[in-house]
């Protein structure tokens, strides 16, 4: 069974920056497609960035230029470096990987103070 568990998120003050990452148990993720969402309470979950097999990334509009998406498959590990937060960031973040839809890991809060 796959286990999808997420860390580094906290209050960050706007215009700061954190690290998530999301460790991946129960199967290695070297051929599959890898990505972070995000959910804000009311909401639905939205995928906000992908990193394919080979590492090339994919992001929505708005995060280009502020958010960046890695992978380390020996780790079984993603990241998710983001900078210059805002307000518009704050949400629960999630991974997973979008071709396979494993089970939901519980998230990481990431609350942005002004």
């Known amino acids: 069974q796959v286990h999808l568990v997420e860390s580094g998120g906290g209050v960050v003050q706007s215009g700061g920056s954190l690290k998530l990452s999301c460790r991946v148990s129960?199967?290695?993720?070297?051929?599959?497609?890898m990505a972070w969402y995000r959910q804000t309470p009311g909401q639905f979950r939205e995928l906000i960035a992908s990193?394919?097999?080979?590492?090339?990334?994919n992001y929505i509009d708005s995060l280009k230029g502020r958010f960046t998406i890695s992978r380390d498959n020996d780790k079984r590990t993603i990241y998710l470096q983001m900078n210059n937060l805002n307000s518009d960031d704050m949400a629960t973040y999630f991974c997973?990987?979008?071709?396979?839809?494993?089970?939901w890991g519980r998230g990481t809060q990431v609350t942005v103070s002004s």
């Open positions: 997973n990987s979008p071709d396979n839809g494993w089970s």
């Open positions: 129960g199967t290695w993720i070297t051929i599959y497609r």
């Open positions: 990193v394919d097999p080979a590492g090339r990334p």
